[in-house]
């Protein structure tokens, strides 16, 4: 059998992993979008550049 204090022990180290978790979910997100919007600002960069270069 579980103290009371040990079940508060449990639940408290149980939500920090799925805050952590949670963190580590929301920042892989954010590195994904943040790739795509470097990959499509630098198609834009050189489609600029390209036209730059005709003109």
Same mark, same amino acid.
């Given at each position: 059998? #579980?103290?009371?204090?040990?079940? +508060?022990? /449990?639940? =408290?180290?149980a /939500? /920090?992993?799925a805050?952590?978790?949670?963190?580590?979910?929301?920042? +892989?997100? $954010?590195?994904?979008?943040r790739?795509? %919007? $470097? #990959? /499509? =600002?630098? #198609?834009?960069?050189?489609a600029r =550049?390209a %036209?730059?270069?005709d003109q």
């Open positions: 059998m #579980t103290s009371h204090v040990d079940e +508060a022990v /449990a639940a =408290r180290i /939500a /920090a992993k805050k952590r978790r949670q963190r580590r979910q929301r920042r +892989a997100e $954010l590195d994904e979008y790739q795509h %919007g $470097l #990959t /499509a =600002r630098h #198609t834009a960069k050189l =550049r %036209g730059e270069e």
